[in-house]
């Protein structure tokens, strides 16, 4: 199959493996909207070809991703954020049924973590951070942390990062079960392949009805709880909290709160 052009992401194939790169280094690979639509649309590509059982997702060694792109939201308004709905083109990368490995490194805070969990094994490296510090610019998870990462570690663990904005280390993330394994940086896109050809050799139909029916418990009830958080998200541009927690990162200071 012949590639697309990408701005934002890189596509590779090795074997049965089909890789996806974000590629926005300088700014910690931002998940930005035009980055997700490349994203959507190139894990549909593997999903659909032939010769390809298996996607890998990874970033770069410094950050996997840093989050939504803030730079590009802080001025939306609770009626212009949700009118555009951007986050709806998340949805489609759970509809993805090829198994999906996260390679994880760095950052992955915010709509990273986010991102991550909605692939379905995470290899990390050593250096790799999972955090929810969308608290700390005055809003909430808006693409599903709050709903995964309390399925996947708790609600306890799950409330104090939320909470908190603290994210975890790849250590940390083994020990609550976010995370399959911890590797050096050096051996992460290896051992992600390892475990990628491993199940190259099963049954393509098995696997995706193993996935589907392993998600049916996981993301099944799901939906209403993704639909909640999203409008709490949205409202939240309605408030003073989530400008000045947003122009205070912008403009590399300490937001002041205000409650209103
Ligand atoms: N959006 C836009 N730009 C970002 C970004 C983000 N989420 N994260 C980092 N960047 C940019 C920085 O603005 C900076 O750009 P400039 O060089 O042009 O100034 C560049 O990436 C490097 O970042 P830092 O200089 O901040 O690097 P650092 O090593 O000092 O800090 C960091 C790294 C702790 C990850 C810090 O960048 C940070 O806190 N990032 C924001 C994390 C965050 O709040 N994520 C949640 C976003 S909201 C969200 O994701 C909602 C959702 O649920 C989907």
């Known amino acids: 199959m012949k590639d697309v052009t990408y701005r934002n992401i890189l596509t590779d194939r090795d074997g049965a493996i089909g890789i996806i790169t974000l590629n926005r280094p300088k700014v910690l690979n931002a998940l930005s909207h035009e980055l997700m639509e490349e994203l959507v ?35 939306e308004t609770t009626i212009s954020i949700m009118l555009k709905d951007r986050f709806a083109t998340w949805d489609k990368v759970r509809k993805v049924k090829k198994p999906v490995i996260a390679a994880v490194s760095g950052y992955a805070l915010g709509g990273g973590c986010e991102l991550v969990m909605t692939c379905d094994i995470i290899i990390a490296s050593e250096s790799a951070q999972f955090g929810q510090p969308e608290i700390n610019i005055g809003v909430i998870p808006g693409a599903g942390g709050t709903q995964r990462l309390t399925r996947a570690v708790g609600k306890y663990k799950a ?39 491993e199940i ?56 002041t709160f205000s409650g209103r």
């Not at 659909?48 to 410094?62: H, P, Q, S, W």
């Not at 418990?217 to 409202?235: A, C, H, Q, V, W």
């Open 200 to 255: 190259a050799k099963k049954s393509p139909v098995a696997t995706k009805l193993a996935k589907e029916a392993v998600l049916k418990t996981f993301d099944g009830p799901i939906s209403e709880g993704l639909e909640f958080e999203r409008k709490n998200f949205y409202m939240l541009f309605s408030s003073e909290d989530q400008k000045e927690g947003m122009k205070a990162f912008l403009e590399k200071r300490q937001p």
């Open 159 to 197: 409330m104090e990062m939320i909470l908190t904005g603290r994210p975890m280390t790849a250590y940390e993330a083994h020990q609550w079960g976010l995370v399959n394994k911890v590797v050096p940086v050096e051996l992460l896109l290896e051992e992600a392949k390892s475990v990628a050809r």
């Open 41 to 75: 649309m190139a894990l549909e590509d593997f999903d659909k070809e032939d010769g390809i059982r298996v996607i890998i997702l990874t970033g770069g060694e410094r950050a996997f991703a840093a989050g939504a792109d803030i730079g590009k939201m802080s001025d």
